[in-house]
Nanobody, 121 residues
Framework: QVQLVQSGGGLVQAGGSLRLSCAAS????????MGWYRQAPGNERELVAT???????NYADSVKGRFTISRDNAKKTAYLQMDSLKPEDTAIYYC???????????????WGQGTQVTVSS
């Protein structure tokens, strides 16, 4: 079994910063792409950023220049550094990982539990 455990959400004022973490554990052989998604009330879940095992990244236009995604492959952990936060960044943030499991050698898409990020003005 594989688990993704998130941490780092909270309440901040506009212009502030937060750092989210996503730690994977369990029967993991390797992890392909990891990403962060978010969902605001009444909205669809949207892609925020992704990062490959080699460190190649891509970002939604709405966060480009403000957010930074990274990963530590040895720790099986992804991060999202969020700077210059805006009220429109308020959402539940979810970690996602495409995981190759041990024994089976098969790939499966896993999600973290979600963490609330609230930005006040």
């Amino acid at each position: 079994q594989v688990q993704l455990v998130q941490s780092g959400g909270g309440l901040v004022q506009a212009g502030g910063s937060l750092r989210l973490s996503c730690a994977a554990s369990g029967s993991i052989f390797s992890i392909n792409v990891m990403g962060w998604y978010r969902q605001a009330p009444g909205n669809e879940r949207e892609l925020v950023a992704t990062v490959t095992p080699g460190g190649s990244t891509n970002y939604a236009d709405s966060v480009k220049g403000r957010f930074t995604i990274s990963r530590d492959n040895a720790k099986k952990t992804a991060y999202l550094q969020m700077d210059s936060l805006k009220p429109e960044d308020t959402a539940i943030y979810y970690c996602n990982a495409d995981v190759i499991r041990t024994v089976t050698g098969t790939s499966y898409d896993y999600w973290g539990q979600g963490t609330q990020v609230t930005v006040s003005s």
